[in-house]
């Protein structure tokens, strides 16, 4: 298994331009997730999903969007790039969305925007 | 609200000596616990969790976590640090009765060097 995939590793956007960041997971997990980590800080949840055709909003959405039309996939969006969208960003995964679950994470995008 | 605090941004310490990274948690309810681990350009890998039972958790690569509720902390401990341990370590908490990702809190991590 490859676990959790993200493409593309590092990316520079100029302010107001869009891009898609790409997840993939194989472990035929329902949940996915999409986090942000900024410098000194922890992660922070954006949007998650509990199943093909079901997402939701997480602790930080603006800016954002997400889709999640097969189990294995969950592309995040970004409409209009903004500095203050620079940041590391994490997709995950868990099998179940219980509070004992394990998630597993991919291996992150750097994303600046100047 | 939940939180976890990291209260060292930074911890160094020699190789072979046991090593410690503190980890405080405040929630309304019963934690659930999870310690990660984050190489350079890496993301992060799970390396134990706490749910219920016995306070000392064992993980991987001889890490072993010891829930104190009391104290409200679940400090990450390893007998003989190895240079290769050098990463950034996060402490994460939910509780238990959430059922949703959303409720998953990270604290801040804690940078780990181990010198040779």
């Known amino acids: 298994n490859a676990g959790v995939t993200q493409t593309p590793k590092f990316r520079i956007l100029k302010i107001g331009q869009s891009m898609t960041l790409q997840c993939t997971q194989d472990?035929?997990?329902?949940?996915m997730y999409w986090y942000r980590q900024d410098p000194g800080m922890g992660l922070k949840l954006i949007y998650y999903?509990?199943?093909?055709?079901?997402?939701d909003k997480g602790e930080v959405p603006n800016g954002y969007n997400v889709s999640r039309s097969t189990t294995e996939d969950f592309p995040l969006r970004l409409e209009l790039a903004a500095p203050s969208q620079t940041s590391v960003y994490f997709c995950?995964?868990?099998?179940?969305?219980?509070?004992?679950?394990?998630?597993?994470f991919g291996p992150g995008t750097r994303l600046l925007v100047l | 609200a939940q939180s976890v605090a990291q209260p060292e941004d930074q911890v160094n310490v020699a190789e072979g000596n046991p090593l410690t990274v503190k980890c405080t948690y405040s929630?309304?309810?019963?934690?659930?616990l999870f310690w990660y681990v984050q190489y350079p350009n890496r993301g992060l890998q799970f390396l134990l969790k706490?749910?219920?039972?016995?306070?000392l958790v064992k993980g991987s690569y001889g890490f072993e976590a010891e829930f104190n509720k009391s104290q409200t902390s679940f400090h990450l401990k390893k007998p003989s640090a190895l240079v290769s341990d050098s990463a950034l370590y996060f402490c994460?908490?939910?509780?238990?009765?959430?059922?949703?990702?959303?409720?998953?809190?990270f604290g801040p991590g804690t940078r780990l060097s181990v010198l040779p």
């Open positions: 999903s509990v199943g093909a055709g079901i997402t």
């Open positions: 994460a908490v939910r509780v238990a009765r959430d059922n949703y990702g959303q409720n998953f809190v």
């Open positions: 929630v309304s309810g019963n934690p659930y």
């Open positions: 995950a995964s868990s099998y179940t969305g219980q509070a004992r679950e394990t998630q597993y």
């Open positions: 472990m035929n997990h329902n949940y």
């Open positions: 706490y749910i219920t039972g016995d306070n």
